[in-house]
């Protein structure tokens, strides 16, 4: 009974947390999009592609829901004749991505005792 | 009568084998459910913690360089002595003065470009397989950068070199390019492992010491290139890779 207890108290705290857990970040690919682009300025689609180690059309649909989001912006540029998409992260995207990891910080520092 | 009894008996006994079952399978379920339970609070803990380490390693990986191993730079400084060595011995280079009449002999460009081969294979080799060993790819945007902001003050450094020394200003070599080479460093100290930057510094400071103490020109790049790319491989082995 009393270990019901603590579980119950424990599972109430805590989805108190996974609430604030954005949904866009459920998937790893696009938590790994932003991850990249908090530390980065700007990356182009290949420089991207090489981090997250994924397929062209996989990239890009995530791109395209984080960028419904408006949580990463496109920058379209030529070098040359070829053309260079080059994205990053909004200020939307950025309050967004730091409040996630601070809710996922409380989450892990809730269940240790 | 005693065998109906017996009969009796042993139905009974089942019976109640039946009713322990079930009343054994609600207690299972009771426990399996809490087991359940738990075990699922303790993957997802897991999980929030791998989701973290996996934001942290991209953000590392893809703002640094951090495949370099420290044997690269032990191999790098053991064919800088072992250079010096051949360049001293063998053919006697070892410039007193800036300027030298005798000029640069081609064996010295020749031996320094071995040299240098050696040391940036080594690296690219070690590289790739520390790279893979961290389940990355060694080819990506920061290695790019990691390049170019190296190469630039390299080949800068390059050519001043190989003008001045077929000028004749033979001296300024080895100090020039302790300098050039340390300034690289220091350019990329922040996108890769901390310790570039110190490794920067000693060459710079020793290329300009060499710069004024052009007799110990050579003696200072064997501490440069030899000693400090040694202790500093040694330091970063033992800090990232040893386990």
Sequence with gaps: MALSCILNTRGVKVKTFTDRLHKAFESRVRLGIMSALAVNDTLDFNALKEYLDITDGNLASHIKALEKEEFIGVEKTFIGKKPNTRYFATKIGRDAFNKHLEALESIVKSRKF | ?243
């Design chain 2, 1 to 243: 009568m005693h065998i109906l009894f017996m009969g009796e008996l042993l139905s009974i006994s089942i019976c109640v084998n039946f009713i322990n079952h079930d009343i054994l399978l609600h207690v299972w379920n009771f426990i399996f459910y809490f087991a359940n339970k738990s075990a699922f609070h303790m993957k997802e803990e897991k999980d929030y913690i791998k989701e973290i380490s996996e934001i942290r390693s991209m953000m590392e990986r893809s703002s640094k360089f951090l495949s370099l191993s420290g044997w690269a730079g032990i191999m790098a400084g053991i064919y800088a002595l072992a250079g010096v060595y051949v360049a001293d011995s063998y053919f006697g280079f070892n410039p007193q003065e800036i300027s030298d009449r005798g000029g640069i002999g081609l064996n010295i460009i020749l031996l320094a470009t071995v040299v240098l081969i050696f040391a940036i294979f080594t690296a690219i080799l070690l590289s790739y397989k520390r790279a893979g060993k961290r389940e990355e790819k060694l080819w990506n945007s920061t290695t790019r950068r990691l390049v170019i902001n190296m190469a630039i003050p390299l080949i800068s450094g390059g050519v001043v070199i190989l003008i001045l020394a077929f000028k004749g200003l033979v001296g300024l070599i080895a100090p020039l390019t302790m300098i050039f080479y340390g300034l690289a460093l220091f350019n990329v100290s922040g996108i890769t492992i901390k310790e570039i930057k110190g490794l920067g510094i000693t060459q710079i400071i020793l290329g300009l010491i060499g710069l004024y103490f052009v007799e110990y020109g050579l003696l200072l790049w064997a501490l440069g290139f030899g000693v400090a790319h040694i202790l500093y491989g040694i330091v970063m082995y033992f800090k990232y890779e040893r386990g």
